[in-house]
Nanobody, 128 residues
């Protein structure tokens, strides 16, 4: 059983930064994908970043590319998301997700149906 727990969400002014964490408990896999998703009020869930744990290969949605950075510390069983230059459009609940054992597929890495394990989410609010 894999369990994920996000932390680090907060309220911040436009232009500010946050660092989100996703800690894994239970079983972990050498070859798996971790993803960050977000869902804003009235909008569908959006995949924004993904990382292949075996190699560190990453992918980003165009909406966050250049501003957000995904990284991992496998010794701590934790994945991070650094959010820089935040705007009110970034306001959402941010979710961490994980696959089971699998290979990297860039085109699938930001699709929600790729993932089977999900955290409860953490709120990010950006004010103008």
């Amino acid at each position: 059983q894999v369990r994920l727990q996000e932390s680090g969400g907060a309220s911040v002014q436009a232009g500010g930064s946050l660092r989100l964490s996703c800690q894994t408990t239970g079983n972990t896999y050498t070859n798996s994908v971790r993803g960050w998703f977000r869902q804003a009020p009235g909008k569908e869930r959006e995949g924004i970043a993904a990382i292949f744990t075996a190699s560190g290969t990453t992918n980003y949605a165009d909406s966050v590319r250049g501003r957000f950075t995904i990284s991992q510390d496998n010794s701590k069983k934790t994945v991070y998301l650094q959010l820089n230059n935040l705007t009110p459009e970034d306001t959402a609940i941010y979710y961490c997700a994980s696959t089971g054992p699998r290979s990297w597929n860039r085109s699938a890495s930001l699709r929600s149906d790729t993932y089977i394990y999900w955290g409860p989410g953490t709120q990010v609010t950006v004010s103008a």
